[in-house]
T-cell receptor
Framework: DTEVTQTPKHLVMGMTNKKSLKCEQH?????MYWYKQKAKKPPELMFV???????INESVPSRFSPECPNSSLLNLHLHALQPEDSALYLC???????????????FGPGTRLTVL | EDKVVQSPLSLVVHEGDTVTLNCSYE??????LLWYKQEKKAPTFLFML????IEKKSGRLSSILDKKELFSILNITATQTGDSAIYLC?????????FGTGTRLQVFP
Protein backbone atom coordinates (compact mmCIF):
# COMPACT_ATOMS: atom_id res chain seq x y z
CA ASP A 1 0.00 0.00 0.00
CA THR A 2 1.53 3.31 -1.09
CA GLU A 3 -1.38 5.55 -0.22
CA VAL A 4 -1.15 9.04 1.17
CA THR A 5 -4.52 10.61 1.93
CA GLN A 6 -5.34 14.29 2.18
CA THR A 7 -8.40 16.17 3.36
CA PRO A 8 -10.21 18.20 2.30
CA LYS A 9 -10.04 17.77 -1.48
CA HIS A 10 -11.15 21.34 -2.03
CA LEU A 11 -11.12 24.35 0.28
CA VAL A 12 -12.36 27.88 -0.25
CA MET A 13 -11.49 30.38 2.43
CA GLY A 14 -11.48 34.11 3.05
CA MET A 15 -8.39 36.05 3.98
CA THR A 16 -9.45 36.27 7.62
CA ASN A 17 -10.28 32.58 8.06
CA LYS A 18 -8.29 29.93 9.88
CA LYS A 19 -8.32 26.46 8.37
CA SER A 20 -6.21 23.30 8.39
CA LEU A 21 -5.14 20.80 5.78
CA LYS A 22 -4.61 17.21 6.87
CA CYS A 23 -2.41 14.45 5.54
CA GLU A 24 -2.14 10.83 6.64
CA GLN A 25 0.00 7.85 5.68
CA HIS A 26 0.17 4.35 7.13
CA UNK A 27 3.27 3.09 5.36
CA UNK A 28 5.52 3.56 8.38
CA UNK A 29 7.34 6.38 6.61
CA UNK A 30 9.37 8.65 8.85
CA UNK A 31 9.61 11.64 6.52
CA MET A 32 6.67 13.79 5.45
CA TYR A 33 6.56 16.81 3.17
CA TRP A 34 4.34 19.72 2.20
CA TYR A 35 4.53 21.07 -1.34
CA LYS A 36 2.75 23.94 -3.05
CA GLN A 37 1.95 23.67 -6.75
CA LYS A 38 0.68 26.52 -8.89
CA ALA A 39 -0.92 25.89 -12.27
CA LYS A 40 1.49 24.68 -14.94
CA LYS A 41 4.41 24.71 -12.48
CA PRO A 42 6.22 21.87 -10.72
CA PRO A 43 5.71 21.25 -7.00
CA GLU A 44 7.66 23.59 -4.71
CA LEU A 45 8.86 22.26 -1.39
CA MET A 46 7.54 24.05 1.69
CA PHE A 47 8.37 21.89 4.72
CA VAL A 48 10.04 18.59 5.58
CA UNK A 49 9.41 16.64 8.76
CA UNK A 50 11.76 13.87 9.73
CA UNK A 51 10.89 11.67 12.70
CA UNK A 52 8.17 14.16 13.66
CA UNK A 53 10.60 17.06 13.83
CA UNK A 54 10.69 19.96 11.39
CA UNK A 55 13.93 19.60 9.44
CA ILE A 56 13.40 21.99 6.52
CA ASN A 57 11.39 25.19 6.22
CA GLU A 58 11.89 26.69 2.78
CA SER A 59 11.43 30.26 4.03
CA VAL A 60 7.66 29.85 4.03
CA PRO A 61 5.63 32.80 5.39
CA SER A 62 4.40 32.36 8.95
CA ARG A 63 0.77 32.37 7.81
CA PHE A 64 1.50 28.70 6.99
CA SER A 65 2.14 26.67 10.13
CA PRO A 66 2.97 22.96 9.89
CA GLU A 67 2.40 20.42 12.62
CA CYS A 68 3.28 16.76 12.92
CA PRO A 69 1.22 15.28 15.80
CA ASN A 70 2.58 11.77 15.22
CA SER A 71 4.49 9.78 12.64
CA SER A 72 1.39 9.14 10.52
CA LEU A 73 -0.15 12.61 10.49
CA LEU A 74 0.86 15.95 9.08
CA ASN A 75 -1.18 19.12 9.30
CA LEU A 76 -0.83 22.51 7.67
CA HIS A 77 -2.55 25.32 9.56
CA LEU A 78 -3.58 28.31 7.48
CA HIS A 79 -4.27 31.80 8.78
CA ALA A 80 -4.63 35.19 7.11
CA LEU A 81 -3.80 33.85 3.67
CA GLN A 82 -3.59 35.96 0.53
CA PRO A 83 -5.27 35.28 -2.83
CA GLU A 84 -1.85 34.45 -4.30
CA ASP A 85 -1.66 31.50 -1.90
CA SER A 86 -4.35 29.78 -3.97
CA ALA A 87 -2.77 26.58 -5.26
CA LEU A 88 -2.76 22.80 -5.03
CA TYR A 89 -1.16 21.72 -1.75
CA LEU A 90 0.45 18.32 -1.93
CA CYS A 91 1.58 16.13 0.91
CA UNK A 92 4.18 13.42 0.37
CA UNK A 93 5.98 10.84 2.45
CA UNK A 94 9.09 8.72 2.16
CA UNK A 95 10.77 6.04 4.21
CA UNK A 96 13.48 8.34 5.43
CA UNK A 97 14.93 11.74 4.80
CA UNK A 98 18.42 13.07 5.29
CA UNK A 99 21.71 13.34 3.54
CA UNK A 100 21.81 9.74 2.39
CA UNK A 101 18.22 9.65 1.27
CA UNK A 102 17.30 8.26 -2.10
CA UNK A 103 13.82 7.13 -1.15
CA UNK A 104 10.82 7.51 -3.37
CA UNK A 105 8.39 10.17 -2.26
CA UNK A 106 4.75 9.15 -2.55
CA PHE A 107 2.25 11.95 -3.03
CA GLY A 108 -1.28 12.41 -1.81
CA PRO A 109 -4.05 13.66 -4.12
CA GLY A 110 -3.69 17.21 -2.86
CA THR A 111 -5.99 19.90 -1.55
CA ARG A 112 -7.02 22.54 -4.04
CA LEU A 113 -7.11 25.78 -2.05
CA THR A 114 -8.82 28.96 -3.19
CA VAL A 115 -8.35 32.13 -1.14
CA LEU A 116 -10.92 34.83 -1.80
CA GLU B 1 22.48 26.74 -8.54
CA ASP B 2 20.96 23.29 -8.74
CA LYS B 3 18.57 22.80 -11.62
CA VAL B 4 16.64 20.20 -13.55
CA VAL B 5 15.65 20.96 -17.13
CA GLN B 6 13.14 18.97 -19.14
CA SER B 7 12.50 18.97 -22.84
CA PRO B 8 10.41 19.32 -24.79
CA LEU B 9 8.01 21.44 -22.73
CA SER B 10 5.09 20.10 -24.71
CA LEU B 11 4.52 17.20 -27.08
CA VAL B 12 1.49 16.26 -29.18
CA VAL B 13 1.38 12.81 -30.77
CA HIS B 14 -1.06 10.27 -32.13
CA GLU B 15 -1.86 6.96 -30.53
CA GLY B 16 0.72 4.34 -31.39
CA ASP B 17 3.60 6.79 -31.66
CA THR B 18 6.76 6.39 -29.60
CA VAL B 19 7.96 9.37 -27.56
CA THR B 20 11.19 10.23 -25.78
CA LEU B 21 11.20 12.74 -22.94
CA ASN B 22 14.45 14.30 -21.81
CA CYS B 23 15.71 15.41 -18.42
CA SER B 24 19.09 17.01 -17.76
CA TYR B 25 20.31 17.99 -14.34
CA GLU B 26 22.97 19.89 -12.47
CA UNK B 27 22.84 19.16 -8.77
CA UNK B 28 25.42 18.88 -6.05
CA UNK B 29 25.55 15.55 -4.24
CA UNK B 30 23.41 13.80 -6.85
CA UNK B 31 22.03 10.55 -5.50
CA UNK B 32 18.98 9.59 -7.53
CA LEU B 33 16.62 10.72 -10.26
CA LEU B 34 12.89 10.09 -10.19
CA TRP B 35 10.21 10.21 -12.86
CA TYR B 36 6.59 10.99 -11.99
CA LYS B 37 3.39 11.15 -14.05
CA GLN B 38 0.91 13.85 -13.07
CA GLU B 39 -2.59 13.84 -14.47
CA LYS B 40 -5.12 15.93 -12.62
CA LYS B 41 -3.81 15.76 -9.11
CA ALA B 42 -1.02 13.88 -7.37
CA PRO B 43 2.21 12.98 -9.11
CA THR B 44 2.38 9.21 -9.30
CA PHE B 45 5.74 7.51 -9.10
CA LEU B 46 7.13 5.83 -12.22
CA PHE B 47 10.84 5.13 -11.78
CA MET B 48 13.82 5.82 -9.58
CA LEU B 49 17.26 5.67 -11.18
CA UNK B 50 20.51 5.62 -9.27
CA UNK B 51 22.94 3.72 -11.50
CA UNK B 52 24.17 4.74 -14.90
CA UNK B 53 23.29 2.64 -17.92
CA ILE B 54 20.72 0.38 -16.27
CA GLU B 55 17.33 0.55 -17.92
CA LYS B 56 14.24 0.47 -15.77
CA LYS B 57 11.17 -0.86 -17.53
CA SER B 58 7.48 -1.05 -16.73
CA GLY B 59 5.21 -2.13 -19.55
CA ARG B 60 5.47 0.37 -22.37
CA LEU B 61 7.53 2.79 -20.28
CA SER B 62 11.27 2.64 -19.82
CA SER B 63 13.92 4.97 -18.50
CA ILE B 64 17.69 5.15 -18.36
CA LEU B 65 20.21 7.37 -16.62
CA ASP B 66 23.56 8.65 -17.87
CA LYS B 67 25.49 10.00 -14.88
CA LYS B 68 28.46 11.01 -16.97
CA GLU B 69 26.42 13.26 -19.26
CA LEU B 70 23.97 14.19 -16.48
CA PHE B 71 20.74 13.26 -18.16
CA SER B 72 17.92 10.77 -18.23
CA ILE B 73 15.34 9.80 -20.82
CA LEU B 74 11.85 8.40 -20.45
CA ASN B 75 10.55 6.39 -23.39
CA ILE B 76 6.93 5.53 -23.99
CA THR B 77 6.19 3.13 -26.84
CA ALA B 78 2.82 2.56 -28.53
CA THR B 79 1.33 5.59 -26.79
CA GLN B 80 -2.29 5.58 -25.70
CA THR B 81 -4.66 8.43 -24.85
CA GLY B 82 -4.29 7.44 -21.19
CA ASP B 83 -0.63 8.42 -21.37
CA SER B 84 -1.68 12.07 -21.70
CA ALA B 85 -0.26 13.81 -18.63
CA ILE B 86 2.58 15.95 -17.39
CA TYR B 87 5.76 13.96 -16.84
CA LEU B 88 7.97 15.33 -14.10
CA CYS B 89 11.62 14.56 -13.56
CA UNK B 90 13.19 15.25 -10.14
CA UNK B 91 16.55 14.73 -8.48
CA UNK B 92 17.58 14.67 -4.87
CA UNK B 93 19.89 17.30 -3.45
CA UNK B 94 20.53 16.63 0.24
CA UNK B 95 17.01 16.39 1.68
CA UNK B 96 15.15 17.96 -1.18
CA UNK B 97 13.63 16.84 -4.43
CA UNK B 98 14.27 19.39 -7.14
CA PHE B 99 11.67 19.17 -9.90
CA GLY B 100 11.97 20.06 -13.53
CA THR B 101 9.19 22.08 -15.16
CA GLY B 102 7.72 18.96 -16.71
CA THR B 103 6.80 17.81 -20.22
CA ARG B 104 3.14 18.00 -21.14
CA LEU B 105 2.28 15.03 -23.35
CA GLN B 106 -0.97 14.94 -25.28
CA VAL B 107 -1.89 11.76 -27.13
CA PHE B 108 -4.73 11.99 -29.63
CA PRO B 109 -6.67 9.03 -31.06
Amino acid sequence: DTEVTQTPKHLVMGMTNKKSLKCEQHMGHRAMYWYKQKAKKPPELMFVYSYEKLSINESVPSRFSPECPNSSLLNLHLHALQPEDSALYLCASSQESGLANTDTQYFGPGTRLTVL
Amino acid sequence: EDKVVQSPLSLVVHEGDTVTLNCSYEVTNFRSLLWYKQEKKAPTFLFMLTSSGIEKKSGRLSSILDKKELFSILNITATQTGDSAIYLCATYNTDKLIFGTGTRLQVFP
